[in-house]
């Protein structure tokens, strides 16, 4: 199976800055979409940012002029840049990434990490 492993999350003061990375291992023949989505307690998760294989972003509205993502695809990781950090961006963070994982599957499958929470607080 394919695994995805998050890192970067933690505690920071409004303002602040946290850089999230993801890498996928496992079975992967291919990588295509990869993203990071969020949840807070009590509301469903909700999309933050996604790049395509070609490099194509989309980006929550809220998180426009404060986000990046990126990625390197040789090493089949994502990152997010979080910039001047509010406390609504409070959640526990996914990442998550489409897979073909073999030459003989025509589809690529959503895989998601186990979460890493970002709590901003003063």
């Known amino acids: 199976q394919v695994q995805l492993v998050e890192s970067g999350g933690g505690l920071v003061q409004p303002g602040g800055s946290l850089r999230l990375s993801c890498t996928a291992s496992?079975?992967?023949?291919?990588?295509?979409?990869m993203g990071w989505y969020r949840q807070a307690p009590g509301d469903q998760r909700e999309l933050v940012a996604t790049?395509?294989?070609?490099?194509?972003?989309n980006l929550k509205d809220s998180v426009k002029g404060r986000f990046t993502i990126s990625r390197d695809n040789a090493k089949n990781t994502v990152y997010l840049q979080m910039n001047s950090l509010k406390p609504e961006d409070t959640a526990v963070y996914y990442c998550?990434?489409?897979?073909?994982?073999?030459?003989?599957?025509?589809?690529?499958?959503?895989?998601w990490g186990r979460g890493t929470q970002v709590t901003v607080s003063s």
């Open positions: 998550n990434s489409y897979v073909q994982i073999a030459a003989g599957s025509f589809t690529f499958e959503p895989y």
């Open positions: 790049i395509s294989s070609g490099g194509a972003i």
């Open positions: 496992g079975r992967i023949f291919r990588v295509g979409a």
